[in-house]
């Protein structure tokens, strides 16, 4: 199967798009394309190298909305999304090495984005705390829960939007008497769901924003609490099986 860039090449190279197209795409393949390969590596090689097969990705509402700037009246009070992936680490060493690779090639890429003034690639910060080593970028305000960074212990790679919800999660996983199941596992809460919707609507709706879609999200959504889900392998074959609880139905008007 042909690459996008080959296909592009060839239609470059029929004529299609004119000289000007031409000129771009060799710009592309001088100065962009080889720090596109090498991030692309690099991200491959941390991915099916450096991390084991067990994991997760996790998406809450348990973060605290930082004083971000235009933030309506209210804003403040509605739960801050996060999100993570947490892997098991099978090579800490070659995720540093691939990283120190990745960095150059990531500053190259910024650096060839036309602007009136150059782009650069912030340093990243490291910071230490009960065992755990977190890599952040600095935003100009203060919130441990909307700071998009990676950390790492012994076992864990941890990447995501909030360094207190990484730092929650491995004292979580020091915890003992928690056994592990094998497969896929899904469980979401719509309970926290519609908590999250119903402060949302609430603020939305005080700066004039029509909010009716999200009433009708939130009545849709009334007698579900909680789903799971599991997916896990048998031999030769896949099995799977769903669960669903209910509660009686509240108004949201």
């Given at each position: 199967?042909?690459?996008a860039?080959?296909?592009?090449?060839?239609?470059?190279?029929?004529?299609?798009g004119?000289?000007?197209?031409?000129?771009?795409?060799?710009?592309?393949?001088?100065?962009?394309?080889?720090?596109?390969?090498?991030?692309?590596?690099?991200?491959?090689?941390?991915?099916?190298?450096?991390?084991?097969?067990?994991?997760?990705?996790?998406?809450?509402v348990?973060?605290?909305?930082?004083?971000?700037?235009?933030l309506?009246?209210?804003?403040?009070?509605?739960?801050?999304?996060?999100?993570?992936?947490?892997?098991?680490?099978?090579?800490?060493e070659?995720?540093?090495?691939s990283?120190?690779?990745?960095?150059?090639?990531?500053?190259?890429?910024?650096?060839?984005?036309?602007?009136?003034?150059?782009?650069?690639?912030?340093?990243?910060?490291?910071r230490?705390?009960?065992g755990?080593?977190?890599?952040?970028?600095?935003?100009p305000?203060?919130?441990?829960?909307?700071?998009?960074?990676v950390?790492?212990?012994?076992?864990?790679?941890?990447?995501?939007?909030?360094?207190?919800?990484?730092?929650?999660?491995?004292?979580?996983?020091?915890?003992p008497?928690?056994?592990?199941?094998?497969?896929?596992?899904?469980?979401?809460?719509?309970?926290?769901?519609?908590e999250?919707?119903?402060?949302?609507?609430?603020?939305?709706?005080?700066g004039?924003v029509?909010?009716?879609?999200?009433?009708?999200?939130?009545?849709?959504?009334?007698?579900?609490?909680?789903?799971?889900?599991r997916?896990?392998?048998?031999?030769d074959?896949?099995?799977?099986?769903?669960?669903?609880?209910?509660?009686?139905?509240?108004?949201?008007?």
């Amino acid at each position: 199967m042909k690459t996008a860039h080959a296909v592009a090449k060839e239609l470059v190279q029929a004529g299609v798009g004119g000289k000007q197209t031409a000129e771009a795409l060799k710009v592309a393949e001088q100065s962009i394309l080889p720090a596109v390969i090498d991030v692309y590596d690099g991200t491959k090689t941390i991915w099916q190298k450096g991390l084991g097969g067990d994991g997760a990705f996790i998406v809450d509402v348990g973060g605290r909305m930082p004083a971000l700037p235009g933030l309506p009246p209210g804003g403040q009070d509605v739960p801050l999304p996060r999100l993570a992936v947490v892997q098991e680490i099978k090579n800490r060493e070659l995720i540093g090495l691939s990283w120190q690779n990745m960095e150059p090639a990531l500053q190259r890429l910024m650096s060839s984005v036309p602007s009136a003034q150059p782009l650069e690639l912030p340093k990243a910060m490291r910071r230490e705390r009960d065992g755990v080593t977190s890599y952040v970028y600095a935003l100009p305000f203060e919130s441990e829960d909307l700071l998009p960074c990676v950390s790492l212990t012994e076992k864990w790679f941890m990447a995501g939007t909030s360094r207190g919800q990484q730092s929650q999660f491995e004292k979580n996983l020091r915890q003992p008497g928690s056994a592990l199941w094998p497969g896929m596992r899904v469980k979401m809460s719509f309970t926290k769901l519609r908590e999250f919707l119903r402060l949302f609507a609430t603020v939305r709706g005080q700066g004039g924003v029509d909010v009716s879609g999200l009433k009708k999200t939130l009545r849709w959504l009334e007698p579900l609490e909680l789903m799971e889900m599991r997916l896990w392998g048998d031999g030769d074959a896949g099995r799977g099986a769903m669960s669903w609880k209910m509660h009686d139905v509240v108004s949201y008007d």
